[in-house]
């Protein structure tokens, strides 16, 4: 799982950049708690938000503060956005909401929410199934093949459209993780890095990654771009116009490149960025939508970087989103998969670039694994990877646990 991976990292970074701070708003906010002064624990604890914007334990202390302050309005619309994203419905920790969620003012409304972000929804369809177990993570589809990224043994595996036989498998340095079909259709463009869950792991060669053309004809590898420092890259997007936008999982960066000759054209930092991971170029308003795994999704003008703005929604929380493509101007659709349930989702944007709503489409699928990436066709039908294994390695040795995989399960759904 992603989130198991990044995790440890953004603890890390949260000590060392700005944990300090976050750490003192916290224990000031906790003592305020103890000693009844519930105003300052609601301010102490919406300032380490700031520093931290999607904690849970965060939100949480917020929804309690408000209660405690008697604001029960606003705590009904902050707990209602935190079941958004967790409907789990466990809040004996915190006595203040559990009663609020139970026998408040607000249970009936509550209680609905709790139910719509709960329930199993299905719109999509099984497109593929196979028997054999990989640690699948992203997908290409062109006229004759089915490409899958593979994470554990750092590979990209080619199989036919006609009956999903392997046809060729090409050997990377590192966990092969997104996937993009180049605009000429002639190249496969296929990140990869060294993590600790690819078989051939290395740790001083850790978190090196590169950016590798594959010719599709020949299932060649023609060249490879070496992306300096250490990093973690997460999605790519195409202009249409031979750029390709790259995210990086380990550090707030976005890197642009130029597809014909593999060249780092610009390496940009987004200071107020966290986790970064799915991105889609939206062609029509010539827009880059970023999924930032802590803090939402971050719009940006392809045509000057610097104008960015991100999505905010009073009723739905954007954390913990994957994969992300552009369904047309003025709807993403975006794979959650830190969220209790695990969904896929649209996102409606209105005309002003303002978010309009968040719709589940398919929740709580049990599939063995966790959705990650997916690629929408020209038809409008989006193919994702439904059950990749990431919760299934053993948390202190990042070894697989085979037993608990299971054969991958594409899923599609025609909008």
């Known amino acids: 799982m992603r989130g198991c991976l990044f995790a440890a990292l953004l603890i890390i970074c949260s000590q060392i950049g700005r944990g300090q701070t976050l750490k003192e708003c916290y224990q000031e906010s ?3 708690f103890q000693v009844k002064d519930y105003e300052r624990y609601l301010d102490l604890t919406r300032q380490a938000l700031q520093l931290h914007p999607s904690h849970p334990e965060l939100l949480l202390n917020e929804v309690e503060g408000l209660i405690l302050c008697g604001r029960e309005k606003q705590a009904y619309q902050a707990l209602g956005r935190y079941l958004s994203w967790d409907a789990s419905d466990r809040f004996e920790q915190k006595p203040a909401v559990d009663s609020f969620m139970r026998q408040g003012s607000f249970r009936k409304k509550l209680d609905k929410k709790l139910r719509a972000y709960s329930k199993t929804i299905r719109r999509s369809e099984t497109f593929l199934r196979l028997a054999e177990k990989h640690h699948f993570e992203d997908i290409a589809l062109t006229p004759d093949y089915i490409i899958l990224s593979e994470v554990n043994q750092g590979a ?3 199989l036919s459209r006609q009956d999903h036989r392997l046809v060729a498998k090409v050997t990377l340095p590192g966990s092969a993780l997104s996937l993009l079909v180049g605009d000429n259709g002639q190249y496969l463009y296929a990140t990869t890095s060294v993590i600790p869950q690819f078989a051939g ?6 978190y090196k990654s590169y950016l ?3 010719d599709i004809g020949t299932k060649s590898v023609e060249g490879s771009l070496e992306i300096p420092g250490e990093s973690i890259l997460g999605s790519m997007a195409s202009n249409g116009q031979g750029t390709i936008y790259i995210s990086d999982s380990r550090r707030p960066i976005l890197y642009r490149v130029n597809a014909r000759n593999l060249e780092l054209v610009q390496t940009l930092e987004i200071s107020d960025a966290f986790n970064l991971q799915g991105i889609t170029y939206n062609h029509a308003d010539q827009k880059l939508y970023l999924a930032d795994y802590i803090k939402g999704i971050l719009s940006l003008d392809a045509n000057d970087l610097s104008i960015r703005k991100w999505l905010r929604s009073p009723e739905f929380l954007l954390k913990g989103i994957d994969g992300l493509s552009a369904l047309d101007s003025r709807n993403l659709i975006g794979i959650q998969n830190n969220s209790n349930p ?8 209105e005309a002003s670039g303002e978010l309009k709503r968040v719709q589940l489409l398919d929740n709580d699928l049990d599939l063995g694994g966790e959705p990650t990436n997916g690629k929408l066709l020209a038809n409008h039908a989006f193919y994702y990877i439904a059950n990749s294994p990431w919760p299934h390695y053993d948390p202190d040795t990042h070894k697989p646990q085979p037993d608990k995989w299971q054969g991958l399960v594409i899923n599609r759904i025609q909008f």
Do not use: D, K, T
């Open 30 to 32: 906790q003592e305020a």
């Open 201 to 206: 792991y290395n740790p001083e060669q850790q």
């Open 156 to 158: 990209v595996h080619f």
């Open 342 to 349: 695990m969904r896929l989702i649209r996102i409606s944007i």
């Open 212 to 214: 590798s053309q594959i």
